[in-house]
């Protein structure tokens, strides 16, 4: 390598020129250690893949030209003596103490700093790599039937508005449908059509769907509340608006194994995702993705309940369908992380806790804790059947229960939650006050009494490091 290489290659700003004094002492010097860690820096230093393949030619031919001079053996009977090795410092230059022994009259010709000519005034600067963006994301088929990712367009671009409710039941056995029935059958007669409204403007709407779809198969022997529901009463979710619901409750398997297949099919006719439940436990640890306002968000979902063992309630296996079970959460663990690793923000909807008390149990605080450490950056409760308190573990918002959205003849205190997500965070977090009484699911009017009433309550029942506003918004208090 002459020292107009040197010049040209110094001057493509390719190359720090340090690493190039080194290449070239290590040829002139012709020690193969030398020259094959100087190669050795040069990939490294590589900023442009073109010049790297046109360069390493050049390289390996010097290399080779260089080696082959050190490696010949002299025609004497003398053994060669061990060589010691050549350091070079950052400059380039041999450290003297180290140099080998050299005859008389040889010189080591280094290229300085002032022999190399200027680098041209305006040098490329690599692109650092952006974050990968879903803007026209365009959908396979084993995109939707292999790996639940779904497309959902959104009313104000790079923004998602999420709305979640909790427990509904369409049980024809229990007051609240015999109620819907007499009010002349339409979903709009029992709920709110404020709250309807509500559900079907945001984005995606997420519910517990806590009863299969079937015709078929037989309660559950020793079970107290067993629920089934008509198949075509899912139009009552369409109705509402549902985009994603959660099977893994305690209640999804109450008529066996046929009327939970009869689920999974009623839900796949009628376009509505499920999580937390499947054919075989691979699919129920499967997260649902939504591709929305330019993010991916995952949705999984798991229940804690029942916990005495064996429970009624049979868990996914390797060749048979089931729930998703929590209560050890290790296997949850594991489908937050992957769903962490494959999305933007992941959303984790679970089923835990006590029947019947506002008040969240330590067990939900620790699994809360483990999900927020394997990556989860909004958690999302029910089964209780009544509200509990909310609290913040580091920056994740952790709603334990959101009680009964529409579930049973009991006045209780309800709600909606929605969530705006932009930028791939949490822009904001709105309690909603809603009331159930007399089978129908009231909207609260913003600013009356009732509204800050229940508003008041959640606050007592939440942490002291959540501030919620009289507007129902939830922040973390600093």
Request: hydrophobic share 35%; with cysteine; charged share 25%.
């Amino acid at each position: 390598m002459t020292i107009n290489d040197i010049r040209f290659l110094s001057s493509t700003d390719q190359i720090p020129r340090t690493v190039l004094y080194q290449f070239a002492a290590a040829l002139q010097l012709s020690h193969p250690d030398c020259i094959v860690q100087a190669v050795y820096d040069i990939f490294l230093s590589m900023r442009k893949p073109m010049l790297l393949t046109i360069l390493s030619l050049t390289i390996l031919l010097c290399s080779c030209e260089a080696v082959s001079k050190t490696t010949a053996v002299p025609e004497t009977s003398e053994k060669p003596s061990e060589e010691t090795p050549i350091v070079l410092d950052g400059s380039g230059r041999s450290v003297e103490q180290e140099t080998p022994e050299k005859e008389e009259g040889d010189v080591i010709n280094i290229p300085t700093e002032e022999t190399l000519p200027e680098p041209p005034s305006e040098v490329e600067v690599p692109e650092e790599e952006e974050p990968p963006s879903f803007e026209g994301y365009v959908l396979s088929e084993e995109d939707v039937s292999e790996n639940g990712i779904y497309l959902k367009s959104v009313k104000e671009p790079g923004k998602v508005v999420i709305d979640f409710a909790g427990d509904i039941n369409f049980d024809d056995r229990y007051a609240i449908m015999n109620s819907l029935r007499s009010r002349g059958g339409g979903i709009s007669t029992s709920i709110d059509p404020v709250l309807i409204k509500r559900s079907n403007d945001a984005d995606i709407f997420m519910i517990n769907n806590e009863f299969p779809y079937s015709n078929r198969g037989t309660p559950l022997p020793n079970k107290k509340f067993t629920f089934r529901a008509r198949p075509e009463t899912v139009n009552y979710m369409k109705d509402l608006g549902a985009d994603i619901v959660s099977l893994a409750n305690n209640h999804a398997f109450d008529h066996g194994e046929e009327a939970l297949l009869d689920t999974f099919d009623t839900l796949d006719d009628a376009g509505i995702p499920y999580v937390g439940a499947g054919h075989i436990l691979e699919e129920a640890m499967k997260p649902v993705y939504f591709i929305a306002g330019g993010m991916k968000i995952a949705f999984v979902s798991a229940t804690q309940i029942e916990r005495s063992l064996p429970p009624d309630t049979r868990e996914a296996t390797d060749d048979s369908p089931g729930v998703l079970r929590t209560l050890d959460p290790e296997k949850f663990l594991t489908v937050i992380r992957n769903a962490k690793e494959n999305s933007d923000f992941v959303i984790a909807y679970v089923h835990w806790g006590s029947e019947n008390t506002n008040i969240y149990e330590a067990a939900q605080t620790e699994l809360a804790k483990v999900y927020v450490d394997a990556g989860a950056d909004l958690i999302i409760g029910d089964h209780p059947h009544v509200l509990q308190g909310i609290t913040y573990i580091g920056d994740v918002p952790v709603l334990y229960s959101l009680g009964n959205y529409w579930f049973s003849s009991k006045t209780l205190d309800s709600c909606l939650v929605e969530a705006v997500i932009k930028d791939k965070r949490l822009e904001s977090l709105q309690f909603i006050p809603c009331l159930q009484k007399g089978c129908y699911t009231h909207a609260l009017s913003p600013g009356s009494g009732e509204y800050a009433g229940v508003l008041e309550k959640m606050r007592n029942w939440s942490t002291d490091n959540v501030d919620i506003d009289g507007d129902g918004f939830i922040r973390k208090r600093q």
